[in-house]
T-cell receptor, first 117, second 112 residues
Framework: DGGITQSPKYLFRKEGQNVTLSCEQN?????MYWYRQDPGQGLRLIYY???????QKGDIAEGYSVSREKKESFPLTVTSAQKNPTAFYLC????????????????FGDGTRLSIL | SQQGEEDPQALSIQEGENATMNCSYK?????LQWYRQNSGRGLVHLIL?????REKHSGRLRVTLDTSKKSSSLLITASRAADTASYFC????????????FGTGTRLTIIP
């Protein structure tokens, strides 16, 4: 079955540590996204990528980094510079690139819940 | 910034009743999408409505869009316990940077 796989499901970060969240898709989608969701809140965009080897900052990119070396993979690193990393992180993908990604449904993984030790 | 705001924030109804959720947004859009999120899970796409459409149906779902009022509504008819979830609208701003902006969601509880 095609879909998006996020791992791990739960992750704990020690102070000063960088952690990396994995996101893999086999939908052959060009665009991929990372969102942060805080309790009772909507989704806020961290980074997005419309094509391999290219990505753009979203609304809350500070303290995060990404790479897009393969079409299928879009890992997110939460760096020690992110002082409040506790949240639910969601990865998504969609068809299309350039203009028009907003007219495509986004497919989501089941998230990674990150907490501070 | 949040483009969409859902109303109400929370809604509880009896099974079998209809549920209506509203979304208001601030700037002109190309499209508006509705998503469902079950607790602790990712979002699931429900329906997309374009700015030149006024109404769209999918099974028990009916979405309306009023661009003059910058608002949309999601109606779920004959609700079931399995409809218990949070529902989010997401907008694609006409002069935006090719990304969706999500609202804060409506938490729907269906009482058996």
């Amino acid at each position: 079955d095609g879909g998006i796989t996020q791992s791990p499901k739960y992750l704990f970060r020690k102070e000063g540590q960088n952690v990396t969240l994995s996101c893999e898709q086999n939908l052959n989608h060009d665009a991929m996204y990372w969102y942060r969701q805080d309790p009772g809140q909507g989704l806020r965009l961290i980074y997005y990528s419309q094509i391999v080897n290219d990505f753009q900052k979203g609304d809350i990119a500070e303290g995060y980094s990404v790479s897009r070396e393969k079409k299928e993979s879009f890992p997110l690193t939460v760096t020690s510079a992110q002082k409040n990393p506790t949240a639910f992180y969601l990865c998504a993908s969609s068809r299309g690139s350039g203009t028009g990604v907003g007219n495509q449904p986004q497919h989501f993984g089941d998230g990674t819940r990150l907490s501070i030790l | 910034s949040q483009q969409g705001e859902e109303d109400p924030q929370a809604l509880s109804i009896q099974e079998g009743e209809n549920a209506t959720m509203n979304c208001s947004y601030k700037t002109s859009i190309n499209n508006l999408q509705w998503y469902r999120q079950n607790s602790g899970r990712g979002l699931v796409h429900l329906i997309l409505i374009r700015s030149n459409e006024r109404e769209k149906h999918s099974g028990r779902l009916r979405v309306t869009l009023d661009t003059s009022k910058k608002s949309s509504s999601l109606l779920i008819t004959a609700s079931r316990a399995a409809d218990t979830a949070s529902y989010f609208c997401a907008t694609d701003a006409r002069f935006g940077n090719e990304k969706l902006t999500f609202g804060t969601g409506t938490r729907l509880t269906i009482i058996p």
